[in-house]
């Protein structure tokens, strides 16, 4: 059995969601990492007991800026998930949740899982 996910990673600039993403899919930190500049799709198979789930996860640029809330307004739709990141020691990325959250019921499908 084969099920395809699709996920979403989100949260302000240089809030760690292309690090995470390395450390999830290739098993290793990358602190230098150069800035996401639109929506990056990530793929990673999975097993879970018998059954292979493919993941497919959309690594965003963190910009509040109108036109880039439009365009991961398409992404949404499609996702089962979304994954919402802060930086520690950054509190303005913590403070920025509640906007992510928003934004994830607001263009995500009914009943997305956060």
Known sequence: MV???TLMIVGDSASGKSCLMDCF???RFQPNRCVTL???PRHFNLWIDEAKIRLKIWDTNGL???SSRSIRAIYYR???GVIITYRV???ETFHSVPYWI????QFG???VKL
């Open 3 to 5: 099920a395809d996910v």
């Open 25 to 27: 899919i290739r098993d």
């Open 38 to 40: 639109g929506p990056e």
């Open 64 to 66: 509040h800026r109108p």
């Open 78 to 80: 499609e996702v089962a």
């Open 89 to 91: 020691g950054m509190n």
């Open 102 to 105: 928003e934004e994830a019921k």
């Open 109 to 111: 499908p009914p009943g």
